[in-house]
Nanobody, 120 residues
Framework: QVQLVESGGGLVQPGGSLRLSCVVS????????MGWYRQAPGKERELVAS???????NVADSVKDRFTISRDNAKSTVYLQMNSLKAEDTAVYYC??????????????WGQGTLVTVSS
C-alpha cells in the first residue's frame, strides 16, 4: 500500500511564505511524476507545479515567479516553496504522485490535501 502525506499548510499574511511537503511511503519501487495541484472554493482543481524523476519541472504561469517545486528522490518527498503569497493563492493544495510499487503494478495517488489560507 502506498500513501501520500502532506504537511506545511496554514494561515499566512499576504506577501508571506510557506513550504509544503509531501512524503510518499509504503511499498514503493519507483516514483516518476510528483506534483502539486490546488483547488480554490468554487473552482476546479488546477496544476500548480510538477516534477519528473530526472528533474524536469513545469510550473503554472500564475505562480511561476513565486513558487518553486523541488524533490528529494532519496526521501520520496516533493516540496513546494511558496513566496510572495497572495489572497488568490488561498486553496486546498493536493500532492499527486505516480510510479510503480514493489509488485510491479503502477500507482497514481492523491494526498489528502492541505489548506493554505492567505489573509491579513
Amino acid at each position: 500500500q502506498v500513501q501520500l502525506v502532506e504537511s506545511g499548510g496554514g494561515l499566512v499574511q499576504p506577501g508571506g511564505s510557506l513550504r509544503l511537503s509531501c512524503v510518499v511511503s509504503g511499498s514503493v519501487f519507483s516514483i516518476n511524476g510528483m506534483g502539486w495541484y490546488r483547488q480554490a472554493p468554487g473552482k476546479e482543481r488546477e496544476l500548480v507545479a510538477s516534477s519528473t524523476r530526472d528533474g524536469s519541472t513545469n510550473v503554472a504561469d500564475s505562480v511561476k515567479d513565486r513558487f518553486t517545486i523541488s524533490r528529494d528522490n532519496a526521501k520520496s518527498t516533493v516540496y513546494l516553496q511558496m513566496n510572495s503569497l497572495k489572497a488568490e493563492d488561498t486553496a486546498v493544495y493536493y500532492c499527486n504522485a505516480n510510479g510503480r510499487i514493489t509488485n510491479g503494478k503502477y500507482f497514481g495517488l492523491w494526498g489528502q490535501g492541505t489548506l493554505v489560507t492567505v489573509s491579513s
